[in-house]
């Protein structure tokens, strides 16, 4: 494998780089996508970085995109960690957050999203999303309910999200949301 794009990585230089997630994630099942775009593979030829980087715009079939699901600020948190043996290494990337409450639609949504593929977009503090799934390694969300307790606790969903991944990508196209009903 031709090494020659990886280059020096500097330190911060003051630059922030404050840590944690915002207080939403992005999540549509693989089936109200036309096309799944990906990032290229590391070839040596192309720009530092340019392998981390889906560029290319999901596709969406017509009055389908991505649902915004609230998550409680500072109840989320993503991590990837490598799985596998020598000479056959991945990633396994898991996200956990909170949504408060017990709305119909919530419990509906929990319902229902623990027997559906998707793919999760999940916005870092600076508003960069990280693409959590992708074309035949989808993100599977697992939920669990707790009604907290009068002398305190929280009510809502505790979202689970796990996936197998090649790496961890940055998600650069265009954003497309669910047209509100």
């Avoid at 715009?57 to 020598?86: C, M, Q, W």
Wanted: proline fraction near 4%; charge should be negative; include cysteine.
């Amino acid at each position: 494998m031709d090494l020659s794009s990886l280059t020096h990585l500097g330190g911060l230089e003051g630059a922030d780089n404050t840590p944690g997630l915002l207080g939403y994630i992005l999540w549509a099942p693989t089936s109200w996508f036309t096309t799944i775009a990906k990032a290229p593979k590391y070839d040596g030829t192309g720009a530092a970085g340019a392998s981390a980087v889906i560029a290319d715009n999901h596709a969406f079939k017509p009055g389908k995109g991505f649902l915004r699901f609230y998550i409680t600020l500072d109840s989320n948190e993503l991590k990837g960690e490598v799985v596998g043996e020598r000479d056959g290494r991945g990633q396994k990337l898991t996200f956990d957050g909170f949504h408060p409450g017990n709305k119909a639609e919530a419990l509906e949504m929990a319902n229902i999203v623990k027997n559906v593929d998707g793919i999760m977009l999940v916005p870092d503090a600076d508003g960069k999303y990280i693409q959590v799934g992708a074309q035949g390694l989808p993100v599977e969300l697992a939920v669990s309910y707790g009604s907290g307790k009068l002398s305190g606790g929280r009510r809502g969903i505790t979202l689970k999200g796990e996936c197998y991944a090649i790496g961890i990508k940055l998600y650069e196209g265009d954003v497309l949301e669910k047209p509100a009903a």
